[in-house]
């Protein structure tokens, strides 16, 4: 036997346990007990994504205040619920994987992980008073949008995210839809409608 095949088969247990630790969620799957914490341990891509979870998470516990730290801690724990409501999903890795990519986004936008991107401007149908700004994050594991409604009532803030287009982009979040084309801009916030024009 050559010395470099030697060398390879000798590196081969070290290459197979470097893999097997690579597929560990940040979790003890010893201690799954749920299909879906099950399906992450057997899934080296859901897996990481796990790890990634983890210190997104970590990193954002650092750096927002107490009072949101609560908040967060709370919907932490409600996400996880819901991840693991993925059970019930036809394809449950994909359902798992948007899961992980929509929440780790939220994280590090919110806990300012990432570079923030030029806002665009719109004016919206309610008037002079009635404005839309556009933070569009292109970089993140899910494409997200940042919307600010300003008007002279009130100011309020919401995270959309990319979903499937045939024409122009669309997002969706919490109460909130948002469609873009062009210059133009329209969706619904909290099931009231509205119209705007990049400016």
């Known amino acids: 036997m050559s010395t470099n095949k030697t060398i390879w088969f000798a590196a081969m247990p070290l290459l197979f346990a470097v893999e097997l630790q690579a597929a560990q969620p940040a979790y003890d799957c ?23 979870m983890e210190e997104v998470y970590r990193q954002a516990m650092k750096a927002l205040p107490e009072d949101e730290k609560k908040t967060q801690r709370a919907l932490q724990r409600g996400w996880i619920k819901g991840r693991n409501d993925c059970w019930k999903a036809s394809d449950k ?21 990432l570079v923030v991107p030029e806002a665009v401007e719109y004016r919206c149908d309610g008037g002079k008073y009635d404005g839309l700004t556009a933070v569009f994050y292109n970089q993140t594991l899910v494409p997200a949008v940042v919307l600010t409604r300003v008007s002279d009532s009130s100011d309020a803030q919401a995270i959309a995210y990319r979903l499937p287009s045939g024409s122009g982009a669309k997002y969706a979040g919490d109460q909130v839809e948002f469609w ?17 024009r990049e400016l």
């Open 93 to 113: 890795v994909a359902c798992v994987e948007l899961d992980y990519g929509q929440r780790i986004t939220e994280l590090q936008i919110i806990s300012g992980q």
């Open 180 to 196: 873009t084309k062009g210059k133009e801009a329209m969706g619904s916030w909290s099931g009231k409608p509205f119209q705007c």
């Open 30 to 52: 010893s201690k799954a007990s749920h299909e879906i914490e099950m399906l992450i341990c057997e899934n080296e891509s859901l897996a990481a994504l796990d790890r990634k």
